[in-house]
């Protein structure tokens, strides 16, 4: 019996679909919104229908992936109304209630502030850090 190269078959087209899969495949093994436990796979039927004879055989080609499905996901919507013009809105938002200040959206002061220097036993601010007083000496 002779042999059939895969790669031969319906003029090379299964060798074609079948790197195409491969790809879809190993794009999906590298989705992050994808579970990592799911086994994907690779699926090549033939089909083979003869004819009365027995002297023609018609082969039917699929190729097919079983890929893993995406992560569900979730957000929110603000809804209401406009009373002045009677409008309906839908606003969509995260972590944070509608109209609330992000800390992340703060600019930082063009100066930088500088740091006083907190003397750690009595909790006050030194006003001059770098000069040290002598009260034994301011005392007289």
Partial sequence: MNKVGLQD??????????NRAFEKVVENLQDPNTSFKVKRGIDIKLGFTQNE????????VVVSEKLAPQHDMSTSFYIGKDLQTGEVFAEEYGKQVRGQM????ITPPAEPVQAETVDTETGEIMEDAGTVVDFRKAAL
């Avoid at 090379?12 to 079948?18: N, S, T």
């Avoid at 992000?102 to 959206?105: D, I, R």
């Fill in 9 to 18: 078959i319906v003029g090379g087209q299964l060798q074609e679909k079948f």
């Fill in 53 to 60: 004879n027995r002297d023609d055989v018609k082969v039917s």
């Fill in 102 to 105: 992000n800390l992340s959206e």
